[in-house]
C-alpha cells in the first residue's frame, strides 16, 4: 500500500463514523499531512454542520504549516454555497500545496467545479485514490445522484426450510435477539423504512431504533386501499411516517398520506422519496412486496438472516438468486449479503 493510499485508507475511516447522520449529504473525511506527519483530521459529522475539510483544518494548531501540507479527502471538495460555505475556496483560502481526492463528486452542483477551482489557484490536485472504495463507501450518495433513487436495501429472516411467516403471518422470532439488534443499528444508518399491508396489519410493528442509539428512519407503509387500522404502531406520530395509498391524501404532524392514483407502483413511490430527499430505504416485507423489489430489478443490496427455525409450512421467502457476497454467523443465524450486479 502506497504513503497515498494509506492516508486515504484513513479518511475513509473517519468519514465512515458520519453513517446515519449526514445523509442527504455525502460521508467525508479528511487528513492533512505535513511531512510524514498528521497535522490535522476531520470529517463531515452532520448535515447541516461543517464539512470534513473546515474540520481537518481547525484541527490543525500551526495553521502556517497548510502552505507546505497535503489533504487527503476521500470526496472532491464541494464548490458552492449550501448550509456551509464551498470547502474548495476554503483550501484555497489556505495556500494547502497539495489536495489528493479518492472520487470525484457526481453531485451536478460540484462534478469537477472544486477540481477547478484548486488548480485554478495553483493547487496540484491527484484524484482517483482508492476511487472504487470510496464510491463503495458513498453507495447510497452516487445512487442517489446518478439513478435519481434511494439505495434499495432488501431485508428478511427465514427459516431453515425457506418461509419468511407462518400461514397465519405471524413471522415473529424467526431471528434470533442478537440479530434483531443489528437491525436497529442498520435503521439509525438509513433514512427511510418501508413495509407493505399485511407485514403492517399482522405484524404491527414499530420500526424504530429502540435496541439501538441512533436516529428513527423515516416509516414508509404502503396501503393502496386504505385497509389498515389508524390504531396500529404506524401511525402513532411518534416519528415521520409517509403511508402511500391510491386516493386519500392529508397531512398531520409526523404522518402523511400521499395518493399515487392510477399510478401506485414502485417507480411512482421510488420517485416521490427522491423527491423528499429519502437517500437510503430499507424494505422489511413482506414477501410479495420483497419480490416485486426483486422482479423489477430495484434493489442495490439484500441481506437476508437464515435461522434453523423450521416452520414445515408457511409464507414462503422471496427467491433471491445471485452471488452471497459476505456470509457471516449472528449467533445461531446465518446472516448473507447479497449485492445486485450493476
Known amino acids: 500500500m502506497s504513503h497515498d493510499e494509506m492516508y486515504m485508507c484513513r479518511a475513509m475511516e473517519l468519514a465512515q463514523k458520519g453513517l446515519g447522520s449526514v445523509s442527504p449529504n455525502p460521508m467525508v473525511g479528511c487528513v492533512i499531512v505535513h511531512g510524514d506527519t498528521v497535522i490535522g483530521e476531520g470529517?463531515?459529522?452532520?448535515?447541516?454542520?461543517p464539512h470534513a475539510e473546515p474540520n481537518a483544518?481547525?484541527?490543525?494548531?500551526?495553521?502556517?504549516?497548510?502552505?507546505?501540507?497535503?489533504?487527503?479527502?476521500?470526496?472532491?471538495?464541494?464548490?458552492?454555497?449550501?448550509?456551509?460555505?464551498?470547502?474548495?475556496?476554503?483550501?484555497?483560502?489556505?495556500?494547502?500545496?497539495?489536495?489528493?481526492?479518492?472520487?470525484?463528486?457526481?453531485?451536478?452542483?460540484?462534478?469537477?467545479?472544486?477540481i477547478e477551482i484548486l488548480r485554478a489557484a495553483g493547487v496540484e490536485v491527484v484524484s482517483g485514490i482508492l476511487e472504487q472504495e470510496v464510491r463503495f463507501q458513498n453507495r447510497r450518495f452516487f445512487c442517489f445522484m446518478e439513478?435519481?433513487?434511494p439505495y434499495i436495501i432488501l431485508k428478511w429472516a427465514q427459516t431453515a426450510d425457506g418461509f419468511i411467516a407462518r400461514k397465519n403471518f405471524d413471522s415473529e422470532w424467526i431471528s434470533n435477539s442478537l440479530s434483531r439488534q443489528l437491525v436497529h443499528r442498520w435503521r439509525a444508518e438509513e433514512d427511510g423504512i418501508m413495509v407493505a399491508t399485511n407485514t403492517a396489519r399482522y405484524d404491527d410493528p414499530q420500526l424504530n431504533v429502540r435496541d439501538w442509539a441512533g436516529r428513527n428512519p423515516t416509516r414508509i407503509v404502503l396501503d393502496k386501499h386504505r385497509a389498515l387500522d389508524e390504531?396500529?404502531?404506524l401511525f402513532d406520530q411518534s416519528q415521520a411516517t409517509i403511508c402511500y395509498t391510491g386516493d386519500y391524501s392529508e397531512k398531520r404532524e409526523n404522518l402523511e398520506f400521499v395518493a399515487l392514483g392510477e399510478k401506485f407502483d414502485l417507480g411512482a413511490i421510488l420517485k416521490d422519496l427522491y423527491g423528499r430527499r429519502i437517500q437510503s430505504l430499507i424494505v422489511e416485507g413482506g414477501t410479495k412486496l420483497l419480490q416485486s423489489f426483486i422482479d423489477q430489478n430495484l434493489w442495490d443490496e439484500a441481506r437476508v438472516f437464515r435461522s434453523d427455525t423450521v416452520f414445515g409450512e408457511g409464507i414462503e421467502a422471496p427467491l433471491l438468486i445471485g452471488k452471497i457476497e459476505h456470509e457471516t454467523l449472528i449467533g445461531n443465524d446465518k446472516l448473507a449479503i447479497y449485492f445486485r450486479n450493476q
Open 43 to 49: 470529517y463531515h459529522q452532520q448535515y447541516g454542520g
Open 57 to 114: 483544518v481547525a484541527a490543525v494548531k500551526n495553521q502556517d504549516l497548510l502552505t507546505e501540507s497535503t489533504v487527503y479527502v476521500t470526496l472532491e471538495p464541494c464548490a458552492h454555497w449550501g448550509k456551509t460555505p464551498p470547502c474548495a475556496n476554503l483550501l484555497v483560502e489556505k495556500k494547502v500545496k497539495k489536495v489528493i481526492i479518492g472520487a470525484l463528486d457526481t453531485n451536478p452542483l460540484v462534478a469537477g467545479k472544486g
Open 147 to 149: 439513478k435519481k433513487r
Open 231 to 233: 390504531k396500529l404502531n
